[in-house]
């Protein structure tokens, strides 16, 4: 049974600071991690995907990635109230389908 | 450029009826996938389609069927319905025929309650 974990939270952090995602994954051979943020009521939305180890960048988000450890990240600089969601981690073998963890609610207080 | 669009928004059934959900994917992709999502906790796959068949199935009854058709749009049937199929139902679309590793884009969803 492949499984996705991660903190429910919820993760509060102020305006302005550092809000640091985690998820650990059970299946060694997934080869695609992707980072989806949803509002209540709303459905996910793609933020970030990341598939070789390292970091990845785009805008305020860094994506971290450590497939020895099987471990993914994200990391949201200057954080915003309007940043408060549910962060989703979901993690693929390439073609086949997704499997989420259960989310980590972020609050950002300002 | 359209997004994954998902018709209804949301649906009232009861107990033991029959319900249909529809997707369009976004413009440029073939393949759909459909997820359950229950409140508060992340989405659980349904199946994908890919060239009007069936790919995968996560682990759902048979009363959860669904279908492709010729413009890569997809409808997803749920017989029998129970109090706990009561979710936010989620279309995904992404373009397997790319090569790419497989993004997905989710539609807005239909919110199904079954009192």
């Known amino acids: 049974q492949k499984e996705v974990e991660q903190n429910s939270g919820p993760l509060s952090v102020p305006e302005g600071a550092i809000a640091s995602l985690n998820c650990t994954y059970s299946?060694?051979?997934?080869?695609?991690f992707f980072w989806y943020r949803q509002y209540s009521g709303k459905s996910p939305e793609l933020i970030m995907s990341?598939?070789?180890?390292g970091d990845k960048e785009d805008g305020r988000f860094t994506a971290q990635l450590n497939k020895a450890s099987q471990y993914v990240s994200l990391l949201i600089r200057d954080s915003q109230p309007s940043d408060s969601a549910t962060y989703l981690c979901?993690?693929?073998?390439?073609?086949?389908?997704?499997?989420f963890g259960p989310g980590t609610r972020l609050s950002v207080l300002p | 450029d359209a997004g994954v669009t998902q018709s209804p928004t949301h649906l009232i059934k009861t107990r033991g009826q029959q319900v249909t959900l529809r997707c369009s994917p976004k413009?440029?992709?073939?393949?759909v996938s459909w997820y359950q999502q229950a409140l508060g906790q992340g989405p659980q796959f349904i199946f994908q389609?890919?060239?009007?068949?069936?790919?995968q199935r996560g682990n759902f009854p048979d009363r959860f069927s669904g279908h492709q058709f010729p413009n890569y749009s997809s409808e997803l049937n749920v017989n029998a319905l129970l109090l706990g199929d009561s979710a936010l139902y989620l279309c995904?679309?992404?373009?397997?025929?790319?090569?790419?590793?497989?993004?997905?884009?989710f539609g807005p969803g239909t919110r199904l309650t079954v009192l």
């Open positions: 299946d060694r051979v997934s080869q695609s």
């Open positions: 413009s440029g992709h073939d393949t």
């Open positions: 995904a679309s992404s373009p397997l025929t790319s090569g790419s590793y497989n993004e997905q884009f």
């Open positions: 389609y890919y060239e009007e068949e069936e790919r």
């Open positions: 979901a993690v693929a073998n390439y073609g086949q389908n997704f499997v």
């Open positions: 990341i598939y070789s180890n």
